[in-house]
């Protein structure tokens, strides 16, 4: 499937820079510019851009029957005039690394060989590398991510809110030790050059994480860094603990650094960015203050709750300012359970980064993305940003899953 999509147009403003579109302004720092280079796709997750510029998407909702799309450049005039469309399924992840695209459904991860001229070969018959991946609708989507040692690593996230003997349910206990660790609430590890794995020859490399959903591998420290999604329903289930602000505010979206064998805690503890604790949630016997899982690791960043981290890349370009290289860019989509208070989320940040540790606090880098200036009810939201990738020339892309938009971020100054 083929057809030809055309580049939207850009305006640039004294001390800053927005993309205007239909309700929206992209805002973003002085000296950058924002262009939209896809539009209507749907619900676009995840991006990646080859080294030719092509734009890969995965979609959670397919289009037109097809689930991946790439977008090309022919002539390299700023027009996307080509676009191939393939894969009959539905799912987040989507990399590409070695000469493969790799792309994940909600159980299974797939990759594609290109030629020398980057081309897919056998767009419609993929091979399978990992297979049989529990798939139960809530927390199902399979972010990915690779080494450069020839490892993949695919977030499988807890169908749970808090691993309770009825899930979301008030008063229901928490399960422990909690069976869903088992084969979920966490990051595994399989080969990605292996056909049809299972939970056998994979590796459980990281737990006790509820859902991740921005992965990247850290080039400078040889590392996976994962953004995590906090529990939801402290004020909602708890009201004598949490009041309605700090129910809105918890538990903290996180970002850790993990390596293999870590525990991140989850269920038992969530993290308390106000208190900079690992605080025992209330199913397992909390109270707003005890403590506990001494031995799980503590994130590099605690962010305030329901924002939804949906994206992580590291920045290695040379086209940003030289404050920007090695450091983390997070895409945040937004969230429900901060009502009613005003919704959070819908921009990109940075943090600031050496050898692998924050060097400054975190900072809103684009922003404007929902369209409206406080969000209180989230169908009323014009985009919610998901994905981000780096192109060749330095630049970054930062996707929309709410109606299919891709624009692309530049520094020109």
């Known amino acids: 499937m083929r057809f030809k999509l055309f580049l939207l147009s850009t305006i640039v403003f004294a001390g800053s820079a927005a993309a205007q579109l239909p309700g929206v302004s992209i805002r973003v720092p002085s000296g ?19 080294t030719n510029g092509d734009v890969y998407m995965k979609l959670e909702k397919l289009n037109q029957g097809k689930g991946i799309y790439r977008l090309r450049d022919t002539n390299k005039d700023g027009v996307m005039d080509d676009t191939l469309a393939f894969g009959n399924y539905i799912g987040t992840g989507i990399a590409l690394k070695h000469g493969y695209l790799y792309a994940s459904s909600n159980s299974e991860v797939f990759r594609y060989k290109l030629d020398a001229q980057q081309d897919i070969l056998h767009p ?6 990992v297979t049989g991946l529990v798939d139960k609708r809530q927390h199902a989507s399979k972010s990915i991510a690779l080494d450069n040692a020839g490892n993949i690593y695919v977030n499988i996230g807890a169908p749970s809110n808090a691993c309770q003997e009825q899930d979301r349910k008030q008063g229901s206990m928490g399960m422990n030790p909690c069976p869903i660790l088992e084969t979920a609430g966490g990051i595994w590890q399989f080969r990605a050059d292996r056909l049809n794995q299972t939970y056998k020859e994979g590796v459980r490399y990281a737990t006790g994480l509820r859902n991740c959903v921005g992965l990247d591998w850290n080039n400078e420290v040889n590392e996976l860094f994962i953004t995590v999604h906090g529990r939801d329903m402290l004020h909602q289930f708890y009201p004598e603990i949490y009041n309605q602000k700090r129910g809105a505010e918890l538990p903290s979206e996180t970002m850790y650094m993990v390596k293999k064998g870590d525990d991140c805690g989850w269920p038992y503890v969530h993290w308390d960015h106000f208190q900079n604790k690992k605080i025992l949630n209330p199913e397992y016997g909390g109270d707003g203050k005890k403590t506990g899982a001494e031995k799980a690791l503590s994130p590099l960043v605690g962010f305030p709750g329901h924002m939804a981290p949906n994206a992580l890349l590291f920045y290695t370009g040379n086209q940003f300012p030289e404050k920007y290289r090695n450091g983390a860019f997070i895409a945040f ?66 996707s929309d899953d709410n109606k299919g938009y891709v624009w692309k971020i530049n520094y020109n100054q």
């Open 32 to 50: 950058f510019t924002v262009a939209n280079v896809a539009k209507d796709f749907g619900r676009v997750r995840h991006i990646a851009i080859n």
């Open 124 to 129: 419609d018959q993929p091979e399978t590398i």
């Open 333 to 398: 989509h937004g969230s429900w359970n901060r009502a009613p208070e005003n919704q959070e989320g819908f921009y990109v940040v940075f943090i600031p980064m050496k050898d692998g540790k924050p060097t400054g606090k975190w900072e809103v880098f684009a922003d404007g993305f929902s369209g409206v200036e406080k969000v209180t009810n989230l169908s009323a939201v014009k985009h919610r940003p998901c994905g981000l990738a780096q192109g060749p020339d330095g630049s970054i892309y930062v």
